[in-house]
């Protein structure tokens, strides 16, 4: 496992020579993205809203044909609340099947989960949905931790990760949600376009739920397909310290929150030892709170030095993050912009190389430096480019 301690940052390798520019502002809370062109793309906002956004004329639509049972009044129940529409992802042959992808939190009753589904995206509106995982149970005073990221892999599969969905570890049962391979939560699962199970999914045994690929997760937001290896990486929240980035192994269990590399929220909290279980160790540890969440491997042209790099966005402190790879793995990390912090929600790649990042202002720091509820969510799109000379 790499960590700061030996593998320090690179002190701003960048050299200034990148900036930020605003595309597209006033989006509500924007969560995820996808681009369907070089000047298309697909925003999720957890307030609810799918917004298909010209990048080139700077004119934007909101798409209609959302699933209705989006709980997606983020502050409904707590200032801090997770609740809405999460990630977006476009199918491998969109080009002749326009399927997107979205992961949300469902309201069933007076309960809660997250839920996948895919539509078809037709003249500005979502039609023909189909719902392909419903992370049960639905429970109610759980607005945390859903998860949400989604990707496919090299093999076409669809990869999502589903957060254990408590806020404070002490709430787990004996055996905790994130071990218990009999409840979705706390996992992260592989399954075909359509919903169906891949018949080449590691086994669990009986009584495990459709579709795992690995467990032990604690709140993995991001998750993102490395084009020159074929791996799948993903970010984890920890719960003090304790943030990762990992390396996705077919039948992994993660440890969380037998094993840890931050602290837990009580300092009493002594999870049960777990005997012989082998876990996986993440491939980078913060020794900071970053917060985590999207996540993208770049190989474009207009950063060459970069190709084959990893970016991570972080909400916490307003942290973006460069990981330089070699040979597959993590030789050095860089944090970047330290001078003009935004807090970053995701970061992607658009076909022609071009480099963007989603900022969310939900939270604001006050005069106390506390986090503080700002009431009118709002974030931007921005390009990183090249300074002129």
């Known amino acids: 496992m790499a960590t700061p301690a030996d593998g320090a940052p690179l002190a701003g390798s960048h050299k200034g020579s990148v900036e930020r ?5 006033n989006l509500k809370s924007p969560w995820g993205m996808a681009f369907i062109d070089a000047d298309t793309v697909l925003i999720t906002e957890k307030e609810g809203g799918l917004v298909l956004a010209n990048l080139a004329t700077g004119t934007r639509i909101e798409i209609a044909g959302l699933p209705r049972d989006i709980f997606d009044d983020i502050r409904a129940e707590v200032p801090f609340d997770n609740s809405g529409l999460f990630d977006v992802a476009l199918d491998p042959n969109f080009a002749q099947e326009p399927w ?45 931790h859903y998860g949400g990221g989604l990707a496919f892999g090299a093999d076409g599969k669809l990869f999502v990760t589903v957060g254990e969905r408590i806020f404070n570890e002490r709430d787990n049962p004996p055996l905790p949600i994130a071990q218990d391979v009999s409840d979705y939560r706390g996992k992260i699962y592989r399954i075909n376009r359509d919903g169906s199970i891949p018949e080449d999914n590691p086994d669990f045994g009986e009584g495990a739920v459709p579709g795992l690929f690995a467990i032990g997760i604690r709140a993995a937001q991001g998750i993102a397909l490395n084009p020159e290896t074929g791996e799948l990486w993903f970010s984890e929240h920890g719960s003090r310290q304790g943030d990762e980035i990992n390396r996705l192994v077919a039948g992994a269990n993660y440890g969380w929150p037998i094993v840890t590399t931050g602290a837990y929220r009580n300092d ?17 540890s913060w020794l900071q709170t970053v917060a985590p969440t999207g996540l993208t491997f770049y190989n474009g042209a207009e950063f060459p030095e970069w190709r084959g790099d990893l970016f991570v966005s972080g909400l916490s402190r307003g942290s973006f993050w460069r990981f330089d790879f ?28 071009s480099l963007y990042m989603l900022t969310d202002t939900l939270l604001v720091a006050g005069a106390d430096g506390r986090l503080q509820n700002t009431e009118r969510p709002s974030g931007e799109l921005l390009r990183i480019a090249r300074k002129a000379p």
């Not at 520019?21 to 502002?25: N, S, T, Y």
């Open 100 to 144: 997107v992808y979205l992961s949300y939190s469902a309201a069933e009753g007076e309960g809660l989960t997250i839920k996948v589904v895919r539509a078809m995206l037709v003249d500005g509106a979502l039609r023909n949905t189909e719902t392909l995982l419903i992370a049960e149970p639905f429970t109610q005073g759980e607005f945390f």
């Open 21 to 25: 520019e605003v595309v597209l502002g």
């Open 268 to 284: 009493d909290y002594a999870p049960s030892p777990a005997g012989e279980t082998v876990f996986q160790s993440p491939e980078w």
């Open 326 to 353: 070699e040979g597959g793995r993590i030789v050095s990390v860089e944090e970047m912009f330290v001078n003009d912090r935004k807090r970053s929600r995701d970061v992607a790649m658009a076909p022609d190389g």
